[in-house]
C-alpha cells in the first residue's frame, strides 16, 4: 500500500522525534559480527573452494552449486567483504581461495551474469589487493562477456535457452554492465562504454513503466531488434512488478550514473526508487513481488530489501536534490533496522545465513522462503556502505 515516507520524513524532524541512528549503528556493528561468525562457519563446513552456497535447505545447511552458476560469485564477495572490515590475513586467505576457484568463468560465453560472477570475486580483490593477475581476469572476463552484445538490437543477450529467434533481456542484466564500464576505463576496450549505454537507454526504453515499476524481460526480434512483447519469469504476471527486478534495476541505474554523469540514468534510477519506496510495507522489507495477489500474506523477500538498502545508500549521496537525499537514506536505514533484528535475521536460528526469508523463484517453485546468499551479499555490503557515510 502507498505511503508517503517524506511526509513522515518532515514530521519526524519538525516534531523532534529522537534519532533512532544510535540504535541503528549498535544494530549494524552487532549484525557484521554475527555475519563474521556465519561466514567462517560456513568456509569451515564447505572447505571445497570449487563449490559456492545458494541458498539454505529446510534443516538451515547451504546448499551449494558450481562456479558456472550465476550466485556463485557472491560466496567470494563476502569474504572479501570481511577482509575489507577486518584486515585480517584468514579473511584473505579465504577469498582468495573461493575467488580463484571462479577462474574458469572468464570465458564462459554463455550467461550474461559473468559481472555478478567475477566482479564480485576477483573485482573486490583488485580493489583491495591490486593483485595484477586479477585485473587480467577483470579484462578477460569483459570482453567475453561483450561478445553477447548485438549491435542490432542494442542490448546483451541474457539467456541461450528461448525460442531462436527471441532475444531475452532481463532488468537483471543491469547488474553486468559495472564490469565493462570498469574494464574500458582501466586498460580494456573503449567500446565497452558505448555497449553499457546503449544497453542502459534501451532498458529505459523498453523495460520501465510510466509509473517507475518495470517489466523483468523483455523479448526483442533477433534480426530487427523490434520489440516483441514484455514478460516475466520470476514476478507474479507479466504487468505487475517483481520486487528484486526492481531493486537491481535502481542498483544498476544509480551506478550508471555513477561511472556516465549522464542525468537521464539518475532520473531513472529515481524514479524507479520512489515506486519501490511507495510500495513498502510498514516494516520497509518488501513483498517478493509488488502486485502479488494476496498481500499481506505473501512472501516477503529480503534479497530484494539488502539490495535496495545499499542502491538506495549510493542513490542518497550522488542525488543533487537534498530531499530525496534525506528520503533515499531514510528508507535505506529502515530497511537495514528491519533486516538486522528478528524475523528477518538468523541470529538464534539453525540458519547457516544471515538473513531469512527471502524468494529466489516463485513461479517456479524453487527457493520460497529461503536464505539467499546474495540476500547476505548485499546486506554486509549495504552495512558497509552505512558505516562509511557520514553520520547525520
Known amino acids: 500500500m502507498a505511503k508517503n515516507f517524506l511526509l513522515l520524513l518532515i514530521l519526524a524532524v519538525f516534531l523532534g522525534c529522537p534519532s533512532p541512528e544510535a540504535d541503528l549503528n549498535e544494530l549494524v556493528d552487532t549484525t557484521l559480527d554475527f555475519a563474521e561468525s556465519q561466514l567462517e562457519e560456513a568456509v569451515q563446513t564447505i572447505s571445497d573452494s570449487t563449490r559456492f552456497p545458494n541458498s539454505t535447505d529446510e534443516s538451515g545447511d547451504w546448499n551449494v552449486t558450481k562456479s558456472s552458476s550465476w550466485i556463485a560469485g557472491f560466496f567470494p564477495g563476502c569474504l572479501w567483504y570481511m577482509y575489507e572490515r577486518t584486515e585480517e590475513d584468514r579473511w584473505k586467505e579465504w577469498a582468495e581461495k573461493w575467488t580463484a576457484g571462479?577462474?574458469?568463468?572468464?570465458?564462459?560465453?554463455?550467461?550474461?551474469?559473468?559481472?555478478?560472477?567475477?566482479?564480485?570475486?576477483?573485482g573486490h580483490g583488485h580493489r583491495l589487493t591490486?593483485?595484477?593477475?586479477?585485473?587480467?581476469?577483470?579484462?578477460?572476463?569483459?570482453?567475453?562477456?561483450?561478445t553477447r552484445f548485438d549491435p542490432d538490437v542494442g542490448c546483451i543477450k541474457s539467456w541461450d535457452w528461448m525460442d531462436e529467434n527471441d532475444y531475452p533481456v532481463i532488468i537483471d542484466n543491469m547488474m553486468n554492465l559495472e564490469l565493462l564500464f570498469w574494464a574500458a576505463k582501466n586498460g580494456g576496450n573503449s567500446e565497452w562504454i558505448d555497449m553499457a549505454i546503449r544497453h542502459a537507454l534501451n532498458t529505459i526504453e523498453n523495460h520501465v513503466?510510466?509509473?517507475?515499476?518495470t517489466y523483468h524481460v523483455v523479448l526483442y526480434d533477433q534480426d530487427t531488434g523490434e520489440v516483441l512483447e514484455r514478460i516475466t519469469h520470476q514476478g507474479y504476471a507479466d504487468e505487475s512488478t517483481w520486487a528484486r527486478g526492481q531493486a537491481w534495476g535502481i542498483?544498476?541505474?544509480?551506478?550508471?550514473?555513477?561511472e556516465t554523469e549522464d542525468e537521464r540514468f539518475l532520473e531513472t534510477a529515481q524514479k524507479m526508487?520512489?515506486?519501490?519506496?511507495?510500495?513498502?510495507?510498514?516494516?520497509?522489507?518488501?513483498?517478493?513481488d509488488f502486485n502479488a495477489p494476496n498481500i499481506p500474506d505473501e512472501e516477503r523477500d529480503t534479497s530484494a530489501g539488502a539490495i535496495a538498502a545499499s542502491a538506495l545508500l549510493e542513490l542518497s549521496e550522488l542525488s543533487?536534490?537534498?530531499?530525496?537525499?534525506?528520503?533515499?537514506?531514510?528508507?535505506?536505514?529502515?530497511?537495514?533496522?528491519?533486516l538486522c533484528q528478528k524475523p528477518y535475521l538468523a541470529k538464534g536460528?539453525?540458519?547457516?545465513?544471515?538473513?531469512?526469508?527471502?524468494?529466489?523463484?516463485?513461479?517456479?517453485?524453487?527457493?520460497?522462503?529461503?536464505?539467499?546468499?546474495y540476500g547476505d551479499y548485499y546486506l554486509i555490503e549495504a552495512l558497509l556502505r552505512y558505516e562509511r557515510l557520514p553520520k547525520s
Do not use: C
Open 209 to 213: 513503466r510510466p509509473d517507475g515499476g
Open 320 to 338: 543533487a536534490d537534498q530531499q530525496k537525499k534525506l528520503f533515499y537514506r531514510y528508507t535505506a536505514e529502515n530497511i537495514l533496522r528491519s
Open 349 to 373: 536460528t539453525d540458519s547457516a545465513a544471515v538473513l531469512l526469508h527471502g524468494v529466489g523463484n516463485k513461479p517456479g517453485g524453487k527457493q520460497i522462503d529461503v536464505a539467499l546468499i
Open 130 to 146: 591490486e593483485n595484477p593477475h586479477y585485473k587480467d581476469v577483470i579484462l578477460q572476463t569483459a570482453n567475453t562477456l561483450a
Open 273 to 288: 526508487a520512489d515506486y519501490f519506496i511507495d510500495h513498502l510495507p510498514e516494516d520497509f522489507v518488501p513483498y517478493w
Open 251 to 258: 542498483y544498476g541505474f544509480t551506478m550508471t550514473y555513477r
Open 102 to 122: 571462479m577462474e574458469p568463468e572468464k570465458d564462459n560465453p554463455g550467461t550474461h551474469d559473468l559481472g555478478f560472477m567475477i566482479f564480485n570475486s576477483f
